[in-house]
């Protein structure tokens, strides 16, 4: 399946415009995947994105260095994919300012809540900073009339201490935003998403 037309497809059928959304462009069996990373939003240069075609995009030197820093050694996403993991952003057209418009938010819900459907062998969703908890918290929550995980920083803390997140039979791992400046000037963040992958990984492999 290639993501890119199918969620075209879904954003189509949902009312949204797609002229400046971005999906991720591979070829997945959708069965296989047993991760899927949801980090905030695409960036506003479209080059800097995952799956650009441009030689050293920003957001996959960041991935690819996280995962780097966590001891798993990929040099493309498609070794990501190859691990099972899928990553993607909750928002797909980019911030217009510093924070996500709520209306933008409802508008895309039902395109997340597709993508996630896509795959139906989850075991593990990391949530990568606020917009992509509060976003799935949104869609568990009219599912099962409660959150998937605590947002803020008090489900992190609560996550790292060990008392565990679960939206059914799937772990929530509540993370750092990913991509962007805030890993260069808040470095305990990009050890706590590297701690994060570890455990990810291991939770993965049992």
Partial sequence: MNVKNCLT??????GLDIKSMQFPDCEIEPAKIKVIIINEVVPKNPEDWFYS????????????????????PVKSMRDILDLDIYVTAALKTPKESSTADPEVIKAQLPLLEAELALFPNIRLIMLMGDVAIKMVNLIAKAKTK??????????RRRHWEN????????????????????????????????????????????
């Fill in 146 to 155: 409660k959150n998937a995980c605590q947002a803020g920083a008090a489900g």
């Fill in 163 to 206: 008392n565990e997140f679960y939206w059914g039979d799937i772990r929530i791992f509540p993370s750092y935003i990913m991509t962007g400046k805030n890993l260069l000037i808040e470095p305990f963040k990009r050890d706590t998403i590297a701690e994060d992958i570890r455990r990810m990984m291991e939770f993965i492999q049992v």
């Fill in 9 to 14: 497809e879904i954003a189509l059928q949902n």
């Fill in 53 to 72: 075609e441009t030689s050293d995009p920003e957001n996959r030197r960041n991935v690819l260095g996280l995962f780097e820093s966590a001891d798993v």
